[in-house]
């Protein structure tokens, strides 16, 4: 039974960039969430998916947007790259929308420069 | 506002020691959940554990023991004869019953010592 991927694990950016982040759920779950963990800090909730439409959204600006598709996975576009968006982004999915417990994936390490 | 308070940074113990990581969090609703999550350096969150406010039971599971008090916000949570593979940093986290967004606190890192 595959867990919460992501892909890629690492990713390099510029200033200004748009980067894309992807995030499989794991098997028979079919909400996603995304979560930007800085160094040194706890996650922070960005937002959360759940029948292809976004449902919770956290403190974050427009730059940061995402999307579900018809089989759960779920991508994280993030637009004009700042150097401040250098953190660790984590997909989490569970099932029926926070009724149960989320599952983490292992991280897409971003780094702005 | 929904707030999670995990006042011990850094937390450096020998091996076989107890050890217990503090959690204290604000929160206006009734009905809540509050979980514990462990993140060794490969940086995966591994799920721990999941209270319901309304379920005040101690739990232990093996090594691990969690102490909820509603009447101070606290959940505790108490690592018996740690080893060395509990080094990681430990989250707490707070969530509404409905909708499931976890607010986490700072993070506790535990470090083990053979």
């Known amino acids: 039974d595959a867990g919460v991927t992501q892909s890629p694990t690492h990713l390099i950016k510029t200033r200004g960039q748009q980067v894309t982040l992807r995030c499989s759920p794991k098997s028979g779950h079919d909400t996603v969430s995304w979560y930007q963990q800085a160094l040194g800090q706890g996650p922070q909730f960005i937002f959360q998916?759940?029948?292809?439409?976004?449902?919770q959204r956290g403190n974050f600006p427009d730059r940061f947007s995402g999307h579900q598709f018809p089989n759960y996975s779920s991508e994280l576009n993030v637009n004009a790259l700042l150097l401040g968006d250098s953190a660790l982004y984590l997909c989490a999915s569970s099932l029926g929308q926070g009724l149960y417990e989320q599952y983490f994936g292992p991280g897409t390490r971003l780094t702005v420069t | 506002a929904q707030k999670v308070t995990q006042a011990q940074t850094e937390i450096s113990v020998v091996e076989k020691e107890d050890v217990t990581l503090d959690c204290v969090y604000e929160?206006?609703?009734?009905?809540?959940?509050l979980f514990w999550y462990k993140q060794p350096p490969s940086g995966e969150l591994v799920f721990l554990i999941r209270?319901?406010?309304?379920?005040?039971q101690n739990e232990i599971s093996g090594r691990y023991s969690w102490n909820f008090q509603k009447s101070t916000s606290s959940f505790n949570f108490t690592i018996t004869a740690s080893q060395v593979v509990d080094s990681a940093v430990y989250f707490c986290?707070?969530?509404?019953?409905?909708?499931?967004?976890?607010?986490f606190g700072q993070g506790t890192e535990l470090s083990v010592k053979p």
């Open positions: 998916y759940y029948e292809e439409e976004e449902r």
């Open positions: 929160t206006r609703d009734t009905t809540y959940y």
């Open positions: 209270r319901n406010s309304f379920d005040e």
């Open positions: 986290a707070l969530s509404e019953i409905q909708g499931g967004k976890l607010i």
